[in-house]
């Protein structure tokens, strides 16, 4: 019986900001009119926004204004959507050079979740569904550089999640003496790999990418996939390991030129 008016309040504050962004300014009498909400409910959403940080009050007369607090409310989702913008052309560019199908994926809860890959111009296309899959978190390359380069309470919220939704996957990475192996191997080499179920041609090695100004906070990871009856890991990361690097720092500047950084 308590729940229905949090809901309903909740739903008028996002009709009052809704209507707020339609301009610069916005009059009492003008929210009133588009809201059709009562004045005293209104004024009293205002205050509470105010509070909150997210509007101002400009004057009586002119009524009330947005502050920036309220872009806190799409950060992450619009970090996740530049970074795909960002990072498509330079994945591109890379396939289109190296011949080998790259992929971004960025941490989602206590998986990785594909944002972008070159399968549909790649030669050498590994899956016909790719593109929005989760990817595990120790159990893929691109999840193994991202957790091991995370702060380390990062990497510890992310055991917690596994241990309460998948600690199977923990199990098979070797517990947590595994794991924590398995971090210091993959900082060491630069590079995160995994080991590839027997009669699959495929081969895959990742790193993370990362902000200049906290790189223990990853953006996420960039994989490249090739052939093993092509090359072994060692010529692989001798021939790739740069330009994949070079891809990832493009796009972390890329990002902080959008300014999705900050």
Do not use: C
């Not at 009119?33 to 509007?55: D, F, M, N, Q, W």
């Not at 204004?65 to 970090?79: D, I, K, N, P, W």
């Not at 972008?116 to 899956?127: C, G, L, Q």
């Not at 917690?160 to 517990?175: M, N, R, S």
């Amino acid at each position: 019986m308590q729940k229905e008016p949090q809901v309903q309040s909740a739903s008028r504050a996002l009709a009052v900001i809704e209507a707020l962004n339609r301009r610069a300014v916005t009059p009492l009498e003008t929210l009133h009119h588009e809201t059709r909400l009562p004045k005293s409910t209104l004024v009293r959403l205002l205050e509470t926004l105010i509070g909150a940080g997210y509007v101002a009050r400009v004057s009586r007369r002119e009524g009330y204004a947005l502050t920036e607090g309220v872009l806190r409310l799409s950060a992450g989702v619009r970090q996740r959507d530049v970074m795909v913008d960002v990072a498509r052309p330079l994945l591109e560019a890379f396939t289109r050079e190296h011949k080998w199908q790259v992929t971004l994926a960025t941490r989602e809860g206590e998986v990785m979740l594909v944002r972008a890959t070159t399968r549909d111009i790649s030669p050498f296309a590994r899956e016909p569904i790719f593109l929005n899959r989760q990817v595990p978190m120790l159990r893929s390359a691109m999840g193994r550089a991202y957790v091991a380069y995370a702060a380390a309470e990062e990497r510890e919220v992310i055991l917690q999640l596994l241990a309460a939704h998948d600690p199977a996957e923990i199990e098979a990475a070797g517990g947590p003496a595994g794991v924590a192996a398995m971090v210091e191997r993959v900082r060491r080499d630069g590079y995160a790999t995994i080991v590839w179920p027997q009669g699959d041609p495929w081969r895959s090695f990742s790193i993370p990418i990362l902000d200049r100004a906290a790189p223990d906070q990853p953006l996420g990871s960039v994989v490249i996939f090739y052939y093993g009856s092509v090359m072994s890991e060692a010529e692989a990361v001798a021939k790739y390991l740069a330009p994949l690097r070079e891809l990832a720092a493009g796009i972390a500047q890329g990002l902080e030129a959008a300014g999705a950084l900050a």
